[in-house]
């Protein structure tokens, strides 16, 4: 008694239908999944006195995952029960298929062999059908069939990258699916040549709540999630194990960032550094250049007037702005060495002949500041613009002595 040998053939595949962008009965392969062998199509009796290929007991095959070497979904090679040439497989439970010995061609060869030795030119013959017949049956495609030439696949007008898809008539028909998933997974290191595009997946002018591309960390993860290196892979520009942009100097003559101002007229930052919860700019460089930030203000405009120097009058002493750039007001503040008795000092502040507050600076009587104010009518000094200070009342018993006017700008 002998056993024949089942699988491992170009027919020997487990397939199911899979659903992707809305498009149904897609051809998916099954790698991993139990096929039972049956003495009928339906019903009958269950075969289990198999053995694998190297000849273990086993019940049922496992269609290939692809760690063995076979393509993912192919049914190995194994042996049935004695004196069988034919069984019904059924895959995780789907429709049965027929499965003949894969060395029938062997044994009509080896029966061909045999007759060859005991009978006369007839018989010789009939060996040499037999032969014949033999390397027919064993051939992957003996009549040479194409997919266009099957009963139930209409393949014209079929264009590179498509897929057949089973329509509802019961034909498979080329079809092109867009963005189809867990059809093709690549694994393995790839080199992509060429411009590719990412969008997320409501496509231009619809809701772009998803991200285009998102690139996950695995737990555990030390490696750079991204990165971009020289020739001699030192990495010049990386995300880190969590995502945290990270940028060396590739050389130390060279520039390790750089931030271009896209041109003369534009008024935004270059940069900002914000606190978290509500965007508010913690420091920044203007568009000039310029590092702004609450501890890095420049150091104070002052105007001072002591003895008979003070006197109500329009002011004529000039301090310009030469810093070569547009300043920021923050506050002004007006003091005396000798406070004033009876009525307040007040004063105004000009840029370019304008006043720059809401209400003049008010020094009470006995008092020796007006405090800082911040309530402005105007914010900025322009480069070459220039402060003038402008004495509107003195105190009506003591005038107030030693003033002095400072604008604090950054």
């Not at 062998?37 to 075969?47: F, I, K, L, Q, V």
């Not at 867990?182 to 992509?192: A, P």
């Not at 996950?216 to 490696?223: C, H, I, M, N, V």
């Not at 405009?301 to 301090?319: L, M, N, P």
């Given at each position: 008694m002998a056993r024949h040998r089942f699988g491992g053939g170009a027919a020997d595949w487990a397939f199911g239908t899979a659903t992707a962008d809305g498009v149904s009965g897609l051809a998916q392969l099954r790698p991993g999944v139990q096929v039972t062998?049956?003495?009928?199509?339906?019903?009958?009796?269950?075969?289990e006195d198999l053995l694998d290929a190297d000849e273990n007991p086993i019940t049922a095959v496992t269609t290939s995952d692809g760690s063995d070497g076979r393509a993912p979904g192919t049914i190995p090679p194994f042996f049935g029960p004695d004196e069988v040439v034919s069984m019904w497989a059924e895959a995780d439970g789907g429709p049965r298929v027929l499965l003949v010995a894969a060395d029938l061609g062997e044994t009509i060869a080896q029966v061909a062999e045999d007759l060859t030795d005991s009978v006369d030119a007839v018989s010789m013959q009939a060996a040499t059908v037999a032969s014949d017949l033999s390397g027919h049956l064993s051939a992957t495609n003996p009549h040479g069939t194409q997919l266009t030439q099957l009963v139930d696949v209409d393949a014209s007008g079929a264009t590179i990258g498509q897929v057949l898809a089973r329509d509802s008539d019961g034909t498979w028909r080329p079809t092109t699916i867009e963005g189809a998933t867990?059809?093709?997974?690549?694994?393995?290191?790839?080199?992509?040549d060429g411009r590719k595009i990412f969008q997320n997946s409501s496509g231009v002018g619809g809701d772009l709540q998803d991200s285009a591309v998102?690139?996950?960390?695995?737990?555990?993860?030390?490696?750079?999630?991204?990165?971009?290196?020289?020739?001699?892979?030192?990495?010049?520009?990386?995300?880190?194990?969590?995502?945290?942009p990270r940028v060396i100097s590739h050389q130390p003559n060279t520039v390790a960032l750089r931030i271009k101002q896209r041109d003369s007229s534009q008024t935004a930052d270059l940069t900002q550094w914000t606190e978290n919860s509500d965007n508010v700019v913690l420091a920044r460089?203007?568009?000039?250049?310029?590092?702004?930030?609450?501890?890095?203000?420049?150091?104070?405009?002052?105007?001072?007037?002591?003895?008979?120097?003070?006197?109500?009058?329009?002011?004529?002493?000039?301090?310009?702005?030469?810093?070569?750039?547009?300043?920021?007001?923050?506050?002004?503040r007006a003091s005396a060495g000798v406070p004033p008795t009876g009525d307040s000092i007040l004063i105004d502040v000009k840029i370019n002949g304008a006043s720059i507050l809401t209400s003049p600076l008010e020094i009470a009587a006995g008092t020796h500041t007006s405090g800082r104010v911040t309530a402005l009518a105007t914010t900025t000094i322009p480069t070459g613009g220039y402060m003038t200070v402008d004495i509107l009342q003195l105190g009506s018993d003591t005038p107030g002595d030693h003033l002095t006017v400072q604008i604090q700008v950054a």
């Open positions: 062998m049956w003495n009928a199509e339906t019903g009958g009796t269950r075969y867990d059809v093709v997974r690549l694994t393995g290191e790839q080199t992509i998102v690139i996950f960390a695995p737990s555990g993860t030390t490696a750079d999630i991204l990165r971009s290196a020289t020739p001699e892979r030192n990495r010049v520009f990386f995300l880190n194990e969590v995502g945290e460089v203007t568009a000039d250049g310029r590092i702004l930030a609450p501890n890095s203000m420049h150091a104070p405009w002052i105007w001072s007037a002591a003895g008979d120097q003070v006197q109500v009058g329009e002011g004529a002493a000039r301090i310009y702005n030469d810093t070569e750039g547009q300043l920021t007001i923050r506050s002004v």
